[in-house]
């Protein structure tokens, strides 16, 4: 089992910081890849990363929800590119730092999204993606 970070995320950085065995990474180049993403081989599941997500954007792998119901306002965001994400979020990070991501959606209250997609990009990060690169 590991922690799967999702589309929720926004990008804070502070699960990355708080991570004793620094398995979070942010994904790069942001367009492709626009969340932060955790090595599920080095993942000690700690949980640490959990509570320090500003957009609860982070579950361990087996709870990751089918049926999210957004409180309304969350913005959940995709690659460039993926069709009705067209709208642009403006954040803080952790450290203070801006935050532009191009390819966003804002939940209406109520609305229910199925986040278990997630889990495949993550996979795919560090199996074909610049997270595996980085583990040769």
């Known amino acids: 089992m590991t922690h799967i970070i999702t589309s929720l995320c926004l990008r804070d950085g502070g699960c990355a910081t708080v991570c004793p065995v620094e398995c979070i990474v942010p994904g790069k180049p942001t367009d492709q890849w626009p969340w932060y993403y955790i090595d599920p081989d080095t993942c000690i599941d700690c949980g640490a990363c959990i ?16 049926a999210y119901k957004a409180k309304g306002g969350e913005y959940i965001s995709m690659p460039v590119g993926t069709p009705g994400f067209d709208t642009e979020y403006t954040g803080t990070n952790h450290d203070g730092e801006t935050v532009v991501l191009t390819a966003t959606r804002i939940l209406a209250a109520g609305e229910v999204v199925d986040l278990t997609p997630d ?18």
């Open 119 to 136: 889990i495949a990009p993550n996979e795919a990060f560090y199996k074909e993606g610049p997270g595996y690169d980085a583990l040769k």
């Open 51 to 66: 509570p320090e997500c500003p957009f609860a954007a982070i579950f361990p792998e087996e709870e990751v929800p089918s």
